[in-house]
């Protein structure tokens, strides 16, 4: 696959993934770029992968990862009011709760909110989730348990699952 | 309580945050090749003709930069004799203390002076302006600008916040509130919001004075730095227990004469790389002044909505990052 045929057909996809990640439109275009500088610069042989989007998607997913060490960053992580309050605020209620669960969302660390998107967004299996961060599956249930506790939301435990365990990780 | 199903409606939403694709390719297409080689560490003097060998082979790009970080980290004394690491320590801390009042850019090495903070090492409850731009395309032309601005927390959150090296983003780092001001140089527009934010890492000059104060560093030994006497340090990165990548080496280079920090470098276990220079500017009307992003006359007042605060920076999207 060529870099041309993978900025057409696949490159959308990997889009919306770096914009679930970090939930913002800057920053997921700031860590797509960094990425695709990168992997444009390496495609003779990423373009020779059976499923070169897969590759850049574990790309984004460790720069995403990465930025979180070490660095100095500032996030914006909630919705921006003007200072002199012109802009009335949305009081509708499924506005305020899914605002709430943005502003919780973003609050959340790197790897546990990574770890929700690659499961409820990308429907992976705790097995490929811990494939693609590089730890074991305990880990990523351990990751995924507390953030559900952090956000609240109940977790639907379905015939044969076993309820999701907290792991030492660190 | 929510359910799995309201936090897939959340992810699916989020969606609307997509990038435009042809502005990320755009970027990629415009971006020069940088080489794998673009920085390397500066090389100590040597007293054996091996060693001496070895960096003029590093010189001659025959080494990466990687390689020249063993060849410097196991190589013999200097000259000089190395500065004992409490006294060097007492110095540091010292220095960093009388410049906490400062400016602090953190500019890729020899490079433009964009970003900002003032002050260096703010007190609690001190109010901080961190200037994020003004952000150069790859055509030469400004096309955004920023700052943010907030109190610095209590002394106990700022302690744990600074002296732990836990204290990232991974670990839910500093929950601010403040104000964030935007220039749209595209779009001749600026917005100024109430907003929050989180801070990632240690801030400026408190987190270097946070390793030092910790004494996670090892004096390699003196060297010469842009034509200034330097000490180097090497930043003893405690084991990370987290997935990779890791943070595997952090060295600091000192200036031997007032002992502020001169450089900084960090390299992780996926290979890349990041270098920057530490540039402390007192705090005079003119150097605040040029802290501050512009809004030139004519641009119009834009309001507030999710996300749209001053693009954030980073020492790495600053100048860049060498990769291997």
């Known amino acids: 696959m060529t870099f041309e045929e993978f900025a057409a057909n696949r490159l959308p996809g990997v889009l919306r993934f770096a914009a679930v990640l970090t939930g913002d439109r800057a920053l997921a275009e700031d860590l797509a770029q960094e990425v695709l500088i990168r992997a444009h610069s390496r495609w003779r042989k990423i373009g020779r992968l059976d499923r070169p989007e897969y590759y850049v998607r ?102 044969g699952q076993e309820p999701a365990f907290i792991e030492e990780t660190t | ?41 500066p090389p100590r003097v040597p007293r054996r003709p091996a060693l001496r060998a070895g960096l003029a082979l590093g010189a001659a790009g025959a080494v990466t930069a990687a390689a020249v970080i063993v060849a410097t980290a196991h190589g013999p004394a200097t000259k000089e004799a190395p500065i004992a690491a409490p006294a060097l320590r007492a110095r540091l801390l010292a220095a ?31 109010e901080v302006h961190v200037r994020v731009g003004p952000v150069v395309g790859s055509d030469g032309k400004v096309y955004k600008d920023g700052e943010y601005s907030f109190k610095m927390p209590s002394e106990t959150a700022q302690h744990h916040y600074i002296n732990s090296y836990a204290a990232n983003l991974d670990q839910g780092g500093l929950h601010l509130s403040g ?45 010469e730095l842009d034509g200034r006497q330097a000490i180097e340090l090497k930043i003893n990165v ?40 530490y540039v402390f500017l007192a705090p005079t009307a003119e150097n605040l002044a040029k802290l501050r992003p512009v809004i030139p006359a004519g641009y119009t007042r834009a309001g507030c909505a999710q996300g749209t605060g001053p693009k954030p920076a980073t020492w790495q999207q600053i100048h860049g990052r060498a990769h291997q």
Not at chain 1, 123 to 132: Q, T, V
Request: glycine share 8%; with cysteine; net charge positive.
């Open chain 2, 96 to 126: 960093i203390g009388s410049a906490r009042s400062d400016i602090l850019y953190t500019p890729a090495p020899g490079g433009p002076l964009i970003g900002g903070q003032y002050p260096a090492y703010p007190h609690p409850g001190q």
């Open chain 2, 238 to 277: 405690p084991p990370d227990h987290e997935a990779p990548p890791h943070v595997i080496a952090e060295r600091m280079w000192v200036n031997a004469t007032t002992y502020l920090p001169m450089r900084g470098y960090t390299r992780w276990s996926d290979g890349q790389q990041s270098v920057f220079d």
């Open chain 1, 58 to 159: 574990k790309m984004i997913l460790n720069e995403f990862l990465s930025w979180r060490r070490r660095e100095w960053r500032l996030i914006p992580s909630g919705a921006g009011a003007d200072v002199d309050r012109r802009s009335a605020p949305d009081h509708a209620l499924g506005y305020a709760e899914r605002d709430a669960l943005f502003a919780q969302l973003g609050k959340l660390p790197a790897r546990q909110r990574a770890v929700l998107a690659l499961r409820y967004y990308e429907g992976l299996s705790d097995i490929e989730i811990a494939d693609l961060i590089g730890c074991t599956p305990g880990t990523v249930r351990g990751y995924a348990t507390r953030a559900l506790a952090a956000l609240r939301v109940e977790m639907n435990v379905r015939p």
């Open chain 2, 179 to 223: 104000t964030a001001m935007a220039v749209d140089h595209l779009n001749h527009t600026w917005r100024e919001c109430h907003s929050t934010f989180i801070l990632g890492f240690a801030l400026g000059a408190g987190g270097i004075r946070a390793e030092i104060a910790n004494g996670q560093f090892t004096v390699i030994g003196r060297t």
């Open chain 2, 1 to 41: 309580m929510r359910t799995e199903d309201d936090l897939r409606a959340a992810f699916r939403d989020m969606e609307r945050f997509t990038p435009d694709a042809a502005d990320v390719l755009r970027a990629v297409y415009d971006h020069p090749r940088r080489s794998a080689r673009l920085w390397r560490l």
